[in-house]
T-cell receptor, first 109, second 116 residues
Framework: KNEVEQSPQNLTAQEGEFITINCSYS?????LHWLQQHPGGGIVSLFM???GKKKHGRLIATINIQEKHSSLHITASHPRDSAVYIC???????????FGAGTILRVKS | DTAVSQTPKYLVTQMGNDKSIKCEQN?????MYWYKQDSKKFLKIMFS???????INETVPNRFSPKSPDKAHLNLHINSLELGDSAVYFC???????????????FGNGTRLTVT
């Protein structure tokens, strides 16, 4: 079993839809990162959180440490949101990230 | 101005050759990383340096040798390249080590290495 499980693996949405990507992990963590990988390959850090909820524009990330679960929400999705979204828990010991396989999101206009 | 820049963007070479990938960050960060993304798109840490000192060295073949001449640079040298080394290599940096809550990662654009 992978240390990090993301769902869904693939997601196609219509423009304007509310999107949720889930991440479950089995390791002890100090924080969790959400990354976005553009179709061109570049990677951008969206959020780093250790508790509760963070919001940036149309993106919201939540984490429940006790349940070892995090979600990334996109409100009013847009075709430019099409990308791979990667969950990356930061291990409690060892100062490193473990990566989920990513969720491929396609938003159609 | 690119915050984390790595060169080259593409690298095609034959088995057995030695090659280097360079990475520079102008963010004033203390910590730099090399990640490998394989054909299945899985990312994995290879090395991490904090202020020129090696702090993470994952199970990576000895053919891979990172070099950090100063805290703004972390280069990756690969000896005797093999077919399995084909991947995209990402350099990244953070203000401090990842244990800090205020140290998001900043990634370079990646180097696509193809070994033939």
């Amino acid at each position: 079993k992978n240390e990090v499980e993301q769902s869904p693996q693939n997601l196609t949405a219509q423009e304007g839809e509310f999107i949720t990507i889930n991440c479950s992990y089995s390791v002890g963590i100090s924080a969790l990162h959400w990354l976005q990988q553009h179709p061109g390959g570049g990677i951008v850090s969206l959020f780093m959180l250790s508790s509760g909820k963070k919001k940036h524009g149309r993106l919201i990330a939540t984490i429940n440490i006790q349940e070892k679960h995090s979600s990334l929400h996109i409100t009013a999705s847009h075709p430019r949101d099409s990308a791979v979204y990667i969950c990356a828990p930061e291990m409690e010991y060892g100062n490193k990230l473990v990566f989920g396989a990513g969720t491929i999101l396609r938003v159609k206009s | 101005d690119t915050a984390v820049s790595q060169t080259p963007k593409y690298l095609v070479t034959q088995m057995g050759n030695d090659k280097s990938i360079k990475c520079e960050q102008n963010l004033g960060h203390d910590t730099m990383y090399w990640y490998k993304q394989d054909s299945k798109k899985f990312l994995k840490i290879m090395f991490s340096y904090n202020n020129k000192e090696l702090i993470i060295n994952e199970t990576v073949p000895n053919r891979f040798s990172p070099k950090s001449p100063d805290k703004a640079h972390l280069n990756l040298h690969i000896n005797s390249l093999e077919l399995g080394d084909s991947a995209v290599y990402f350099c990244a940096s953070s203000l401090q080590g990842l244990s800090s809550y205020n140290s998001p990662l900043h990634f370079g654009n990646g180097t696509r290495l193809t070994v033939t």
